[in-house]
């Protein structure tokens, strides 16, 4: 008989934490027929045993377990693993847990009644980590988004299959309750994904989404990231770029910069507040002359040459390349005061 949801697991080496895990899909109080999909990605503990126990209770409670796997001699990642779980169920929703996770009794039930209310998107919750002081910013940021926010601003575990949803026309919906318990620990599968292969990954996105919608932006951040994004761009969507922008609190401040070796300055500046600073500095002096970056690297000639400018003399609209949360506010109410719109005069990036 076809489950009307099934739990995804796929587990690899997950013995610390699965029997809390199992026991969490347990505890579900759904009153639907549910089902658990397993898959045992060569792990070379005791997962497979911890999994038979619980196969006995499950099914004892009305869960109906199915596991698959193999015991190659290495895993193939929990991307495979999940795959091979999904192919295995048959449930008409989907519900995907991760090993090292705890799921609250009622995540089903809240989720799957979402999922019934919109039925092209995909269902979110607020979460908890554990420990508690672990990405606190991370976890304040994912859970204070607002709905428009979890479009632009969203990026899942799944990034690929998120993208690939948003592209289909799928909308995102939270349920603002906190569902699960999140573990972040060294073995987290959220640390098997390269940085560098999740920035690629953002800006194609970007560039697919976003940038064909205007004629020119402004990249807010005149530093590292900012950079590094621009770097990043087709030549097509560079060609846009048409300034960097940053923020400085002294008012005598008329350029920018992001690294600074001038033995006056007393604090490097993306934000700064030297009284004696009359401009941003940079290890370049060519670069401090021109008050512009120029893109070395870049085979076009001219060499491309993007102004530097306050935020305030910047015209959207950005995409923004500052990390929130770190400025004690100041960036936050400097982004408010341009009185803006998300997802139309500015994208985050960051």
């Given amino acids: 008989m076809q489950a009307h949801v099934s739990i995804i697991l796929p587990v690899h080496n997950a013995e610390p934490w699965l029997d809390e895990c199992l026991r969490s899909v347990l505890q579900q109080d759904f009153e639907g027929t549910m089902e658990l999909s397993v898959f045992n990605d ?183 990231q900012g950079r590094r994004l621009y770097r990043s761009l087709t030549a097509a969507s560079q060609r846009k770029v048409v300034a960097f922008c940053d923020f400085c609190a002294c008012p005598q401040v008329v350029a920018f910069c992001d690294f600074c070796a001038c033995p006056q300055v007393v604090a490097f500046c993306d934000f700064c507040a030297c009284p004696q600073v009359v401009a941003f500095c940079d290890v370049d002096e060519n670069k401090i002359r021109k008050g512009f970056y120029c893109h070395e690297d870049s085979q076009e000639r001219p060499k491309p040459r993007i102004p530097i400018l306050h935020f305030r003399a910047a015209r959207p609209p950005f995409v923004i390349c500052v990390k929130l949360d770190l400025t004690g506010g100041a960036f936050e109410d400097n982004l408010r005061s341009l009185h803006l719109q998300e997802g139309q005069d500015f994208l985050h990036f960051s």
């Fill in 42 to 224: 060569a792990s070379k503990d005791k997962s497979g045993a911890i999994i038979e126990k619980w196969r006995v209770k499950l099914e004892d409670s009305g869960v109906h377990v199915i596991i698959g796997g193999h015991d190659s001699l290495s895993p193939r990642g929990v991307g495979y693993s999940k795959n091979q779980a999904v192919a295995q169920s048959s449930g008409s929703y989907l519900c995907f847990l991760d090993s090292d996770d705890v799921m609250m009794p009622q995540r089903v039930r809240l989720q799957h009644q979402a999922a019934v209310q919109h039925p092209s998107s995909i269902i979110g919750c607020r979460v908890r980590r554990d420990p508690p002081n672990s990405t606190e910013r991370y976890t304040r940021w994912i859970n204070q988004l607002t709905p428009e926010q979890l479009l632009t601003q969203g990026v899942p575990e799944d990034l690929l299959f998120f993208y690939e949803h948003l592209r289909k026309g799928g909308g995102v919906v939270r349920v603002d309750q906190s569902l699960l318990l999140y573990r972040y620990h060294p073995r987290a599968a959220t640390h098997s994904v390269l940085e560098t292969t999740i920035w690629t990954h953002r800006v194609r996105f970007l560039e697919e989404q976003a940038l064909p919608r205007w004629a020119a932006f402004t990249i807010w951040n005149a530093g590292k």
